[in-house]
């Protein structure tokens, strides 16, 4: 690659490369490979774009053949700890809210409960965001516990009150199995109320970036080539309070984004 290569990309979700999950490259001959090749092209540094098992891979990679990696959040999960901001995020959940905005029109003119249910296998952050953002009366979410029994309550009580739009947000990887399983529950205990589920699913992965997520992918790529030009390893870059913030790269493996019970409470408060 070349600077043109990179040419008319900004505006282009997902990624050019090609680049996924590699099985020969978690054994020792598939590393032994890839060192070879990037001998054979002169790359003398790596900027790993992804998340916790890239960082991961990377580490051992650079351990057991001093290569440089410098790691930069590419999740749209937001599940990494040592930034404020991942790239993805911000496209994904305004995604969610878009889709959840227009199911709620229908809900509304129907007078039905529907549960929608956005990605987040460990972490509920675009639950969490979209729910929010969209007035969600009840967001799940993996980490936290969801007291399903009291779910079934506030919507008995609504329906009691003949409030019968509502919307309920899962993460797919909240512990009732995802939206279906929220649902089938419901149902059993409501049989008049009319639900509906909605699995937005893949939608939140593509599409053009947002501005945010342009600005700040383009601003850690700048920290990330400069860290490497002062020969740094093994670095990860991320934002913190609107500031560049750099933590050893195995620090970031380690730790994760845990979500405080403020935005719980906001969230309970907001739907009551």
């Known amino acids: 690659m070349e600077s043109r290569s990179v040419a008319n990309i900004i ?6 490369l090609k680049t996924s999950r590699c099985k020969e490259f978690f054994t ?5 490979k890839a060192y070879n090749n990037i001998k054979k092209h002169g790359i003398d540094g790596l900027v790993i774009i992804g998340g916790d098992g ?5 580490q051992i990679f650079s351990n057991e053949y001093d290569i440089p990696c410098i790691g930069l959040p590419g999740t749209i999960d937001k599940d990494i700890a040592g930034t404020d901001f991942t790239i993805g995020f911000d496209t994904a959940v305004n995604t969610a809210v878009e889709a959840i905005d227009k199911i709620r029109d229908t809900a509304d003119a129907h007078d039905r409960l529907f549960v929608i249910e956005v990605m987040g296998r ?3 952050y675009i639950a969490l965001h979209s729910g929010i953002a969209t007035g969600a009366e009840n967001i799940l979410i993996p980490e936290k516990k969801t007291d399903i029994e009291d779910i079934v309550v506030q919507l008995a009580e609504k329906e009691r009150r003949k409030k019968l739009m509502n919307i309920i947000v899962v993460a797919e990887g909240d512990e009732f199995g995802g939206g279906n399983e929220v649902a089938k529950v419901i149902k059993e205990r409501l049989p008049l109320l009319e639900v509906r589920v909605s699995i937005l699913g893949h939608i939140q ?3 053009s970036p947002s501005c945010f997520d342009r600005l700040i992918a383009s601003r850690m790529g700048y920290s990330a080539v400069e860290c490497l030009i002062q020969g740094k390893y093994n670095v990860f870059v991320g934002i913190v309070n609107n500031r560049m913030h750099y933590m050893p790269l195995n620090e970031a493996v380690k730790k ?4 405080s019970d403020e935005w719980m409470k906001i ?5 009551s």
């Open 28 to 32: 020792p001959a598939g590393r032994k």
């Open 54 to 58: 890239s960082f991961k891979g990377a």
């Open 205 to 207: 992965r593509g599409g």
């Open 256 to 259: 994760k984004q845990r979500i």
């Open 267 to 271: 969230v309970k408060i907001l739907a």
């Open 122 to 124: 460990d972490a509920g």
């Open 11 to 16: 505006q282009r979700g997902g990624t050019i």
